[in-house]
């Protein structure tokens, strides 16, 4: 498994493989990922842990509304290139603020 953070109120866009852009008709399913309940708390923004599938390459993350930064310019995507490990996440979770949310989440669906 691999592993990101995405902020609260960002959701996850396309997803690629090794062999490029997930195609749902070629894997005949959706890429799994799902937000664990667990989260940190980075200089006042919560950010939440998602767990994908070792075949994940490559996740593009997405504002769910569009609004302007301090620039006046949107924030439209960001690519996540540097999944993490499991190691690295309790690494992380060691040096933040982190907390559990015990709540039924469910899987993302593209």
């Not at 070629?26 to 923004?45: C, F, K, T």
């Not at 301090?70 to 907390?99: C, F, N």
Request: aromatic share 8%; hydrophobic share 45%.
């Amino acid at each position: 498994m691999k592993y990101f953070f995405l902020s609260e109120g960002w959701t996850v866009g396309r997803v690629w493989a090794s062999d490029g852009l997930w195609q749902i008709t070629a894997w005949r399913r959706q890429p799994e990922i799902q937000q664990m309940n667990i989260s940190l708390v980075e200089h006042g923004e919560v950010l939440w842990l998602y767990r994908v599938e070792d075949a994940v390459v490559t996740v593009e993350v997405k504002p769910k509304e569009v609004s302007t930064g301090a620039s006046g310019q949107a924030i439209g995507q960001v690519v996540l290139r540097r999944l993490m490990s499991a190691e690295q996440v309790i690494e992380r979770l060691g040096s933040a603020e982190a907390r559990c949310q015990l709540q039924n989440i469910q899987p993302v669906v593209q």
